[in-house]
């Protein structure tokens, strides 16, 4: 299977709500994923933990899509564009949209690099 065909499953089992069993098909045990210009997240385990802190944080969720996602099959460097548009407990909606860059080792991503913005 290729880098791009592994991305195209992943962000589908990401818009099916199925982001922690992608995590354990996926990511690395030793993956290192960089959340905006949050500190690094060190693991597997740590990974699941701040995902699942995101849903906990949401209360509903109306929609989301993905927009261009392309490989480096040479380098094994996957992107995808991606966006979310969700209500936070708490009452406050937003849209957000962001980019992941992916390394993969193997068959599994190593790092994981995430930009996005958030609505002022």
Known sequence: MSYLQKAKELQAMIGQGKSIEALDKFYHDDVV???GNRPARNGKAEQKAAV???YDMIQEMHGGGVGAITSDEE????TAESWVEITMKGGNRMKMEEVTVQQWK???????????SLPE
């Open 33 to 35: 994923v960089v959340d």
């Open 52 to 54: 699942q802190s995101w």
């Open 75 to 78: 380098n094994g460097i996957t």
């Open 106 to 116: 193997g068959d599994k991503i190593i790092h994981e690099r995430f930009y996005y």
